[in-house]
Nanobody, 125 residues
């Protein structure tokens, strides 16, 4: 059974930093592209960042580029999202996803097959 589990969310003040982790099991981690999505209250789910199977290629939404950094650790089967300079607009439930396709120009939810349950990130002003 494939398991995808996010952790690291919490409450942080604007301007602060937070690191999200996504641990996976039941899949061959290095065969999958990975991504972070988020969904704010009353808004549609949006792609935040993605990374290809090896970690050599990454993509960021315009709203987070320069502030967030996605990375992966193959030895730990774990995906990370380092979030710096957080803004209240970053408040959302953040979801980790694994998929078989990577694009460096967008993040499409349909390309991702396995999803975590989400972790809440709240940024206060």
């Amino acid at each position: 059974q494939v398991q995808v589990v996010e952790s690291g969310g919490g409450l942080v003040q604007a301007g602060g930093s937070l690191r999200l982790s996504c641990t996976t099991s039941g899949l061959t981690f290095n065969h999958y592209a990975m991504a972070w999505f988020r969904q704010a209250p009353g808004k549609e789910r949006e792609g935040v960042s993605s990374i290809n199977w090896s970690g050599a290629r990454t993509y960021y939404a315009d709203s987070v580029r320069g502030r967030f950094t996605i990375s992966r650790d193959s030895a730990k089967n774990t995906l990370y999202l380092r979030m710096n300079s957080l803004k209240p607009e970053d408040t959302a439930v953040y979801y980790c996803a694994a998929g078989v396709a990577y694009h460096d120009y967008d993040i499409l939810a349909d390309n991702f097959s396995y999803w975590g349950q989400g972790t809440q990130v709240t940024v206060s002003s």
